[in-house]
């Protein structure tokens, strides 16, 4: 895990979802909310897609096969192919399949056209994931954006682009005097695309209602009581995107006018309402 600041926000990354993991079960809760109500605990499945904390734990841990398949079937979204691409390249030799008359009249040795495969260097794009869904939200919708941003993320790997991937999270206490972000790595550009582990990271409301926001309650980094009053607003994730990242917007309208805006240029910034509705 890394910790650091950036615009204003004080930011913890963490390598893959295992260390996200550790670090939500094995810290104390933060003295902000020691003894406050706990809705990591408190909400109920209509809010949250869960039965309960430890439920929510053990799809984090295992991966929701009900819900990959749901997300495959939504809009086709399975693993890419992300293996070298390789292309043919001429070159002159002594040994070929054609000759080259003009090298031949002039007593070059290597006048034969021959050929190999080398592997053509792929172009790396890291996304990011906004988990800024505010109370507004229904479960469905959030399933449905979500697996519009995994269709997103094999369109662009199978035309041959390699996509790291992080979720980000970035919530302004009420106050507006304190804002904590957490940027976690989903997948690495030399991994597949692994529907059946993220499904549950990337889709499902319990990663922000019980997941994220027991991350709130026990991250030492929250001073601000404030957060208590409804765990804080979204806050613009685009403050803790670093050089060379693309924020996906939280509402896709078109998948297909995303991707291209994506292969244009990976720094683009995306709009965002800014409304400050309660988690």
């Known amino acids: 895990m890394q910790e650091m600041v950036m615009n204003k926000v004080t930011l913890r990354k963490y390598d893959n979802i295992m260390d996200f993991e550790k670090f939500i079960n094995e810290t104390p809760f933060n003295q902000v909310f020691r003894w406050s109500t706990h809705q990591s605990v408190a909400n109920g499945k209509g809010f949250t897609g869960t039965n309960n904390f430890e439920e929510a734990v053990d799809l984090l841990k295992h991966g929701s096969d009900d819900l990959s398949k749901r997300l495959e079937k939504m809009y086709q979204v399975k693993a890419a192919d992300i293996g070298n691409t390789k292309v043919t390249k001429s070159f002159y030799n002594v040994a070929g399949y054609q000759a080259s008359v003009p090298r031949y009249l002039q007593g070059i040795p290597t006048n034969m056209i021959a050929q190999k495969k080398v592997v053509q260097k792929q172009r790396v794009i890291t996304l990011n994931k906004d988990m800024n869904y505010n109370c507004g939200w229904d479960t469905e919708d959030i399933i449905n954006e979500s697996a519009k941003a995994l269709a997103i993320i094999k369109k662009i790997e199978s035309s041959g682009t390699r996509v790291n991937l992080n979720l980000c999270w970035v919530a302004e206490s ?32 319990s990663m922000l209602r019980r997941m994220l926001f027991r991350w709130l309650e026990v991250n030492p980094d929250v001073v601000d009581n404030s957060y208590t009053w409804g765990y804080g607003h979204p806050y613009d994730i685009r403050t803790i995107q670093e050089k060379g990242e693309y924020t996906l917007p939280i509402k896709i309208d078109n998948i297909e006018e995303t991707v291209k805006r994506i292969q244009v240029d990976a720094n683009k910034p995306v709009t965002y309402d800014g409304l400050k509705v309660d988690y």
Do not use: W, Y
């Open 174 to 205: 009420a106050t507006g005097k304190q804002k904590v972000g957490c940027k976690i790595r989903l997948k690495n550009a030399d991994e597949r695309l692994n529907v059946s582990k993220m499904a549950f990271v990337m889709a499902h409301p």
